[in-house]
C-alpha cells in the first residue's frame, strides 16, 4: 500500500511538469528562497546570454527528486539536477545522471577539491553551505559559543535537532566525533552523549523549520544551515543569530548533475558548466552566502566573511568524506531512532 502511495505521489508530481518549450532545459533543484535567489543570480542570466530558456522545477527534498529521476528513468522530462551530495552519489551510482571528466568540461579544473571529491565521477559540488547552531537573540543574554551548550538543563524543552535521515544529523554526529576522538567516524563515546542530550529537546523533526520555531518562540536554539540562516537572520533583523561553533563544523554539498537522457544535452552541459563558472559562483555567494566551489570565484569580502570558506572559518571545517558517509548513513540513522531519539520521549 506505501508503495502504491509513493508511486502515485511521483506521478503526480511529473505530471505536475509543464510542458517545455524546444529551446529550454528544464532544471530540478530546491523551491523557497533557493529558487528565488539561483533564478536571479544564474538563470536568468544565462538564459539572457545564451538565448536558452531555463524552466526551474521545484523538486522538494533531495530524496523526492531522486525518486522523479528514478520514475522518469526510461523518459527523463528533466535535463539538470540539483541536489545533496549523499543523495546524487545514489543517482550516479544507478546511473540516473551523467559522468564527466575535465576532457569534457575544463572548468571542473577549478573546482574545490572536496566539491570533486563530493560528486565522484558524476558532476561535482556546485554550492558549499555549511552547519550552524542558530538562536534566539531576544531570549539569551549571552550568546552561545559551542555545541556543548546545549548540554545545560535550563535548556530542557527549548532545543530544535533536525535528526536523521535528515543530513543536518549526521553532521552533527560527524562534528562531536571528531572534536572528542579526532576522528569523526569513531562515533559510539558521541552517541553517548547525544542519549544524554535527547531529554532536553523539544523536537527531532523540526516543522516547519527551526528558523520559524525560534521566531514563534517556541524554541531558543535549533541546528540550520547557514546560508539560509544568514537570510533569515537579515530578514528577523537579527533575531536570528548565527554561529558556527567551537568544536567545528561540516561543508553541506549540492552537486550539480546532469540527467542520463537528457534531450537537451548540449544546452544542459553548457548551463552545468555557466554554474560552476567564476561569475556564477560569486553572483549567488553575494546573494545568497552558499560558498562558492569554484576556486577562481571572487565573491564580495562582506559576503565570503558569512560563509564558512572565509579563511577564519576554514580551520573549523571538519574533513568530513562523504563517500564514505554514504555507506555509514544506514547505520547512525538505526542508532538515532533507537538510541537518541528513544530517549527522548521516555
Known amino acids: 500500500m506505501r508503495k502504491a502511495v509513493i508511486a502515485s505521489a511521483l506521478a503526480l508530481a511529473c505530471a505536475a511538469m509543464p510542458a517545455r518549450a524546444q529551446d529550454q532545459i528544464v532544471l530540478l533543484a530546491y523551491a523557497g528562497i533557493f529558487q528565488d535567489n539561483y533564478t536571479a543570480t544564474v538563470t536568468q542570466p544565462w538564459t539572457q546570454s545564451s538565448g536558452t530558456g531555463v524552466q526551474y522545477f521545484p523538486g522538494g527534498t533531495s530524496a523526492q527528486m531522486l525518486g522523479t529521476l528514478r520514475t522518469q528513468k526510461g523518459d527523463p522530462q528533466v535535463d539538470v539536477v540539483i541536489m545533496d551530495t549523499t543523495t546524487a552519489a545514489i543517482a550516479c551510482a544507478e546511473g540516473l545522471v551523467e559522468k564527466f571528466t575535465e576532457a569534457d568540461m575544463p572548468v571542473l579544473r577549478d573546482i574545490h577539491p572536496l566539491a570533486r571529491q563530493a560528486g565522484g565521477e558524476c558532476g561535482p559540488g556546485v554550492t558549499f553551505d555549511h552547519f550552524v547552531m542558530i538562536y534566539d537573540t531576544k531570549a539569551v543574554s549571552q550568546a552561545p559559543t ?93 533575531r536570528i543569530g548565527v554561529v558556527l561553533p567551537a568544536e567545528g563544523t561540516g561543508f553541506q554539498i549540492n552537486t550539480i548533475n546532469v540527467v542520463k537522457g537528457s534531450k537537451h544535452r548540449a544546452a544542459a552541459m553548457a548551463f552545468m558548466a555557466n554554474a560552476l563558472s567564476p561569475d556564477a559562483q560569486a553572483a549567488f555567494t553575494n546573494r545568497m552566502f552558499y560558498a562558492p566551489t569554484n576556486t577562481q570565484a571572487r565573491p564580495s569580502a562582506e559576503a565570503l566573511g558569512r560563509t564558512a570558506a572565509a579563511p577564519e572559518n576554514m580551520a573549523k571545517v571538519v574533513p568530513i568524506d562523504w563517500n564514505e558517509m554514504v555507506k555509514l548513513r544506514d547505520r547512525w540513522n538505526q542508532r538515532w531512532r533507537r538510541e537518541v531519539i528513544a530517549a527522548g520521549s521516555r
Open 146 to 238: 559551542a555545541w556543548r551548550d546545549l548540554w545545560n538543563p535550563a535548556n530542557k524543552g527549548r532545543i530544535s535537532l533536525s535528526a536523521p535521515p535528515n543530513i543536518q544529523g549526521l553532521v552533527l554526529t560527524a562534528v562531536l566525533a571528531h572534536a572528542e576522538t579526532g576522528d569523526w567516524r569513531n562515533v559510539n563515546s558521541t552517541f553517548t552523549r547525544l542519549r544524554e542530550l535527547a531529554p532536553l529537546v523539544q523536537t527531532f523533526d523540526a516543522q516547519p523549520d527551526g528558523y520559524t520555531l525560534i521566531l514563534n518562540n517556541q524554541v531558543t536554539y535549533a541546528t540550520a544551515w547557514n546560508a539560509r540562516s544568514q537570510i533569515y537572520s537579515d530578514q528577523s533583523k537579527g
